[in-house]
């Protein structure tokens, strides 16, 4: 019992965090390279300028992960440096890179999971109204295809868009990620209902003109809520606060899952929204309900709840002293057993988990090596939670640890390290952390020896 033999074990990363080369080989400009220029944007002014270096170094860093026995690699495509006006004129460049990373992993046996949208989005699309925009579904659509065209030949597992939970609150509604716009929540829903119309077009996409029979998902955030005790009620109340709405909540895993993998909006989030939805049109909910394979989630924590009166969902508040991580993020392994569970029991479909880890306070130690007991600790505990739910009946197909390497944190810069290896961003230096080598074990022995 355990995972199944077939469970694709990985490390994801995405462009802008590690890739670097920001303005070279015609590659256009993002909303978080303009983003990164505001005074104040990102902690201590840091920039995705150079980042790892990823771009000149891909060879070094694929090296690694063969050393480290990764199996498969979750990694985005940066717009931008495809589409420099993000529709229209292709830059061969760019896509030249993307050509000999994935041949790279190939010839090194390591499958890659390509996420076609994390977050870098051309800034020339920005100023033709972004996702706020109605045809902005079918630029990502236009995107979609020119990247299909060029690698399905050998690259045949997709996800469309990371967490637009975060993108589109974040960087639409509450201002602190690119693009930094604090809208309305009228039109920060109507950005996202364009995300959702992009999802399904670019599954449309990929199905059309993929060469390779292929598989398709997406990696929204898992939000989850967990139960305070095994009891029937208090699962039922972890349920409902994981899909249910108290208020108008867009954080919620609903209401950006539900028309993906249902075809329909939440009925709860649409009464909670109501006075700020957007016009939908005649077949929005059919294009975006396209046939998909899997179901990629990010988990990084939950919620403790029990069930109050009448079965109402309570928060039980965390501990003084509870433990977590360098970004202050709580530890609560039981996520990862109760995620998968929940969003296996909704949606029926596998579930992928595309991002799981945690920053820490990790240096590179007098012996040279980078010690991190915690976040092996970290994973051991979360991982032994997701082989439960698989031993439990759950169909989970993959685990993609966050992150390859420590990389630009977005808004808080490099302060926070969430990598399996560390770069010393002064010299570049890769150096593989200790949970690197355990991670190695954990997938030699397909999760043996948690
Ligand atoms: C997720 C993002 C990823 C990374 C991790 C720590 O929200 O998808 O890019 O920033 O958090």
Redesign the pocket.
């Given at each position: 019992m355990g995972f199944k033999e077939d469970f694709v074990w990985g490390s994801a990363t995405?462009a802008y965090?590690i890739e670097g080369a920001a303005f070279e080989d015609g590659k256009g400009l993002s909303v978080w390279d303009t983003c990164c220029k505001r005074p104040g944007f990102v902690k201590h002014g840091h920039t995705g300028n150079v980042a790892c270096d990823h771009y000149h170094r891909y060879k070094e860093d694929v090296k690694l992960m063969k050393e480290m026995g990764l199996k498969a690699y979750r990694m985005s495509i940066s717009w931008p440096r495809i589409l420099p006006d993000g529709i229209g004129k292709i830059n061969e460049k760019g896509l030249d890179f993307y050509d000999k990373l994935v041949d790279e992993l190939l010839q090194n046996g390591i499958t890659p999971y390509i996420t076609l949208f994390?977050w870098d989005y051309p800034q020339e699309l920005y100023k033709k109204g972004g996702w706020l925009n109605r045809d902005s579904s079918n630029w990502f659509a236009e995107y979609t295809k020119v990247i299909v065209d060029r690698l399905s030949d050998r690259v045949n597992h997709w996800m469309t868009e990371?967490?637009p939970q975060?993108y589109i609150n974040l960087g639409h509604g509450e201002g602190t990620h690119a693009p930094g716009l604090k809208l309305d929540l009228s039109d920060v829903l109507l950005a996202g209902h364009n995300s959702l119309l992009g999802h399904g077009k670019a599954v449309q996409t990929i199905r059309k003109y993929s060469k390779l029979d292929c598989e398709i998902g997406y990696a929204p955030?898992g939000v989850v809520s967990f139960p305070d005790t095994n009891s029937k009620e208090d699962i039922e109340a972890a349920r409902k606060a994981t899909f249910g709405f108290d208020g108008p909540n867009l954080w919620n895993a609903a209401w950006w899952i539900d028309p993906a993998y249902l075809g329909h909006y939440p009925e709860e989030g649409l009464k909670a929204f109501e006075k700020w939805m957007p016009k939908i049109g005649a077949n929005d909910m059919e294009t975006i309900h396209q046939p998909v394979d899997f179901l990629g989630i990010?988990v990084?924590q939950g919620g403790r709840v029990r069930a109050g009166v009448s079965g109402k969902p309570e928060v039980v508040e965390l501990k003084a002293g509870y433990p977590e991580t360098a970004i202050k993020w709580p530890v609560t392994p039981e996520a990862l057993y109760w995620a998968p569970k929940f969003f296996y029991d909704r949606y029926k479909k596998p579930i992928v988990i595309t991002?799981n880890g945690m920053s820490g306070l990790d240096w590179v130690s007098l012996d040279g090596k980078v010690h991190d007991p915690q976040r092996i600790d970290y994973l051991n505990r979360y991982l032994k939670e997701y082989k439960r739910a698989a031993e439990d009946g759950v169909d989970a197909k993959g685990y993609f640890c966050?992150?390859l390497m420590d990389n630009f944190?977005?808004a808080e810069g490099y302060g926070e390290r969430?990598g399996l290896i560390h770069v010393d961003y002064e010299t570049q230096k890769r150096t593989i952390k200790d949970s690197g080598y355990w991670y190695k074990q954990v997938m030699e022995t397909n999760g043996e020896n948690l």
């Open positions: 995405a965090q994390h990371n967490e975060c955030i990010n990084y991002e966050w992150s944190e977005w969430f």
